[in-house]
């Protein structure tokens, strides 16, 4: 089935370990986001790729790494969770068309203790 | 950065209609966008506006006015399925696309 799959569903980390949210899209879509969603404050970008091996800061990308080795992949790292990171993150791609429309993963509960 | 404003809550019968309103203001404009999104689910694209007017698709309808940065969402003849959160979503100069709060949606028997 297409679409965009996010690993892992949910997970408790303790701060200052290392994490890398997954996300994989079979789309073949060229634009890939990050997303965090926190309670009141709506979706906010963290990083976005535009294509394979181009990579772009959004609002909020401090404590956050990405990287865009092919079309299908884009992980997110958090290199020292901290507990300010509790979010639900949602991965997205877009598929250029004349809206240029972004489909969501299914999203990934980090919680930092 | 971008403003995008929408009500926090709104409660409507079955079977009635609610118009969820949302204002912007953004450095550039380049097409609306509206989300539903149930609780604990990702979310899902209802509808796009660029240009001034209604588009209408099926039970629910989206307006734009460019010149007054707002933009409504119409639920007509409600269903239980339809409680949940909508979320106006702005794309700006950069195309980056900014989002409202949401607004959650309750809908009584």
């Known amino acids: 089935i297409a679409g965009i799959t996010q690993a892992p569903t949910s997970q408790i980390l303790a701060a200052g370990r290392r994490m890398t949210l997954r996300c994989t899209q079979d789309m073949r879509h060229n634009a890939m986001y990050w997303y965090r969603q926190d309670l009141g404050l709506g979706l906010r970008l963290i990083h976005y790729?535009?294509?394979?091996?181009?990579?772009g800061k959004g609002e909020v990308p401090d404590g956050y790494s990405v990287s865009r080795a092919n079309t299908d992949d884009f992980p997110l790292t958090l290199a020292s969770a901290v507990p300010s990171q509790t979010s639900v993150y949602f991965c997205?791609?877009?598929?250029?068309?004349?809206?240029?429309?972004?489909?969501f993963g299914p999203g990934t509960r980090l919680t930092v203790l | 950065g971008q403003n995008i404003d929408q009500p926090t809550e709104m409660t409507a019968t079955e079977g009635a209609i609610v118009q969820i309103n949302c204002t912007y203001q953004t450095s550039g404009f380049n097409g609306l966008f509206w989300y539903q999104q149930h609780a604990g689910e990702a979310p899902t694209f209802l509808s796009y506006?660029?240009?001034?007017g209604l588009e209408e698709k099926g039970r629910f309808s989206s307006f734009l006015s460019r010149s007054k940065g707002y933009s409504y969402l119409l639920l007509k003849e409600l269903q239980m399925k339809d409680s949940a959160s909508y979320l106006c979503?702005?794309?700006?100069?950069?195309?980056?696309?900014?989002f409202g709060a949401g607004t959650t949606v309750t809908v009584r028997a």
């Open positions: 790729s535009n294509t394979a091996g181009t990579t």
């Open positions: 997205a791609s877009s598929d250029g068309g004349a809206a240029d429309t972004q489909y």
């Open positions: 506006n660029v240009l001034d």
């Open positions: 979503a702005v794309r700006d100069g950069d195309y980056k696309l900014s």
